[in-house]
């Protein structure tokens, strides 16, 4: 998920091309079919830069795209392992890199390297070496803290994540299920890095110490965390990104010139998102080209103020809004992919009967 929320409804994004005096040759021609891109909730299905740039592949290819979304990452990732191979759509955008074993290991996606690929970062476009799916984007999960709020109380914002154990956070802390949410498994993951095998005496102690726990993103952010415009939430500290601060920024109503939150740049965890043809889709042709658009330039560079993360296109400049507000950590909590592969149900599993139980 995003830090924008959208409503979580289908949109066509095309304007179906006019075609004119046809030849009989011409009309043999198979015309494009329609496609279907599934996208987390917080992608954007209206309205907006990243969708005027879907109506131009739309209008340049003959391809209609229709964007429905399913959930959280976490959740549109379950959904779509339970129909592999019989799809509900034909491209699918989201899956991140604490997903990405499960993505593989069940067989969701039909291998294909995108035209453009040897422009995605390297470090990037390595770890999915059997090309099942292609990373679009990166961006960092970290702890995001409502300023005014730790201003007003006379109280310090933690500076790591050992420190949202101690009694002066209590309560104050909430995160998403990690076994529904992607950022909350990645702050699973995140918590795993910091502190080994004691993580789950650590989550012990945050449940001790009043965490909530909500399904996903959106709740979390929009509804208990005190910090996002329009929120009536109580909570100070939640689970987002490193680039929540200027989307609060940007999308200021009246406007403003800094940010209300800020991040923990010590608790930050990397995660790239990715997307992929589904396989048994009955339009590959057309979804392959889809993918090819979500890793050009033109999509690429809408990315920063679209879904607020970094693109994994190289040489695409970022807008000064974007980078003013955003942290960029020094450096990031991470895991081998191999380690996540080996562990993440029983992790998941562990960190449900600590906390939820």
């Keep these: 998920m995003r830090p924008i929320a959208r409503a979580a409804i289908g949109l066509s994004v095309v304007i179906t091309p006019l075609v004119a005096g046809c030849s009989s040759s011409d009309s043999a021609k198979r015309a494009p079919s329609p496609i279907t891109l599934v996208a987390y909730d917080s992608f954007p299905t209206k309205d907006t ?31 779509a392992r339970l129909t592999a191979g019989n799809p509900e759509g034909d491209v699918m955008f989201g899956i991140d890199s604490t997903q990405l074993s499960a993505a593989i290991d069940d067989n969701v996606f ?52 050992a420190d949202l154990t101690k009694p002066e956070y209590k309560d104050l802390l909430v995160v998403e299920n990690p076994s ?10 995140a918590t795993i890095a910091e502190f080994g095998d004691g ?3 650590y989550w012990a102690q945050l449940r001790a110490n009043g965490v909530t726990v909500v399904d996903g993103w959106d709740a979390a952010y929009y509804e208990d965390f005190s910090g996002a ?10 689970v987002s990104y490193g680039s929540s601060p200027p989307a ?56 920063p103020l679209g879904l607020f993360v970094y693109p994994a296109r190289t040489g695409v400049a970022l807008p000064e809004e974007f980078t003013k507000y955003t942290v960029v950590p ?8 191999a380690t996540i592969a080996a562990n993440r149900q029983k992790w998941q599993d562990e960190w449900t009967d600590i906390v939820l139980r």
Excluded at 132 to 146: Q, R, S
């Design 199 to 201: 993580w789950t005496d």
């Design 248 to 303: 609060e920024v940007i999308f200021a109503d009246p406007p403003r010139t800094d940010a209300p939150t800020a991040v923990v740049d010590s608790t930050c965890f990397r995660q790239v998102e990715f997307a992929g043809v589904l396989r048994g889709t009955k339009h590959e042709t057309e979804a392959r080209q889809l993918v090819d658009f979500l890793v050009s330039s033109r999509f690429q560079s809408e990315l």
């Design 180 to 189: 529904a949410s992607s950022p909350g498994l990645a702050f699973l993951m």
């Design 49 to 79: 830069a990243l969708n005027a740039a879907l109506d131009e592949f739309a209008q340049s290819t003959g391809i209609k795209v229709t964007v429905v979304t399913a959930g959280d990452a976490g959740t549109m990732l379950t959904k």
């Design 229 to 238: 415009a329009g929120s009536t939430g109580d909570r100070p500290l939640v």
């Design 330 to 337: 020094t450096k990031t909590l991470s895991l081998d992919p």
């Design 110 to 161: 039909a291998p294909y390297q995108p035209n453009g690929s040897n422009a995605i970062s390297m470090n990037l476009a390595s770890m999915v070496p059997g090309h099942e799916l292609t990373p679009v984007d990166f961006g960092d999960v970290c702890i995001n803290y409502d300023k005014e709020w730790f201003a007003t109380n006379g109280i310090e914002p933690p500076g790591n994540l």
